[in-house]
């Protein structure tokens, strides 16, 4: 693995955990290759820019090209229309390109819409909803029926054929109530993912698109969040690679410098940062489903900024990624 980098901004020593690559965010990959051919003396068209940007994602599609990539997808980019097409075009995209995306999607903003539009409190313990039967009934709704199949939409007229689902549909997932049940409600956790119902929609080139709500034995329909969902099914299918879509650049060193980025990483380096307190916050459930995957089979997992337009295809097509990978 990469040896780290020293800043550009001097700053005191940092005592980095082991297998530990710290980078500054860069620009998509379209941008540094126009610099790159700008330097040179001839002159380059439109189309030689394509061209070349394609012949340098070429090894990249050849590495993941078959293999299961796990999307899930929620925050800015989910509530900013120009990212969420950029999200969805990257779907279709590397689905053309002969990869196999699967996406896993929350809704909490919309939910909180509707929520608000009934005039049915909103309420957090820990950072979880506090979902009674009420709520319970309006998260369905919203992340099974509106939010899912508006993204099936998306990606149907995109070109890519997008099966919508969430945890009921052949008890793909099955859900148990969460420890802390008294006081969250129907908020659940993965008791188990069966998917056999994802494989000939994957096989067929189409991509499904996933609800976090699921029910457990008795019908009793739960909340999950999405990063565990997301997790848990690349684990089961699997997966190459778990992308998880936030509203922050990535894992930092220094959480009140947004430079020292965290390129790579590894559990045994994960797991230092989180008890130094490095990482800490909504940062610790992500890394801890990263994690999860990772030792069950996932060979690496990112937590990427979703606020870069076509920061899937940073990640996945480009040296420089865009967020922090992790690996086993």
């Keep these: 693995m990469l040896a780290a980098k020293t800043l550009i901004n001097p700053s005191p020593p940092l005592n980095l955990p082991p297998k530990l690559t710290l980078r500054r965010p860069k620009p998509p990959f379209s941008l540094s290759i126009r610099n790159s051919l700008s330097d040179s003396q001839a002159p380059t068209t439109p189309g030689q ?4 940007i394609l012949s340098e994602s070429l090894p990249f599609i050849q590495k993941f090209r078959g293999k299961t990539i796990v999307v899930k997808y929620g925050g800015a980019a989910m509530k900013s229309e120009s990212l969420q097409a950029s999200v969805v075009n990257d779907l279709v995209l590397l689905s053309c390109v002969g990869l196999r995306p699967v996406l896993v999607h929350g809704g909490g903003p919309e939910i909180n819409h509707w929520l608000k539009r009934l005039n049915i409190e909103v309420s957090f313990h820990d950072g979880l909803r506090v979902t ?104 089961a299918l699997g997966a190459e690679k778990l992308i998880l879509l936030t509203d922050v650049a990535g894992i930092l060193s220094d959480r009140n410098d947004t430079f020292s980025l965290v390129k790579e990483i590894d559990i045994k380096g994960v797991k230092k940062m989180v008890e130094e307190g490095t990482i800490g916050g909504g940062m610790i459930p992500k890394v801890n489903c990263c994690v999860r995957s990772l030792a069950q089979g996932v060979k690496t997992a990112s937590i990427v900024d979703g606020r870069v337009p076509h920061s899937l295809l940073l990640e996945i097509l480009t040296d420089e990624g865009a967020g922090t990978m992790i690996s086993g």
């Design 49 to 52: 820019l394509r061209v070349d």
């Design 132 to 235: 009674d039967a009420a709520t319970m009934e309006i998260v369905s709704m919203v992340l099974a029926g509106k939010v899912n199949k508006n993204l099936v939409s998306l990606i149907d007229r995109a070109g890519v054929k997008a099966i919508g689902l969430c945890g009921f549909d052949g008890r793909l997932v099955t859900a148990r109530p969460a420890p802390n049940a008294a006081k969250l409600g129907f908020v659940g956790e993965v008791a188990r993912v069966d998917p056999t119902v994802l494989w000939s929609i994957v096989n067929d080139g189409h991509i499904p698109v996933i609800a976090s709500v699921a029910a457990d034995e008795t019908g009793q329909q739960y909340n999950i969040n999405a990063d565990t969902v997301a997790g848990e099914l690349a684990a």
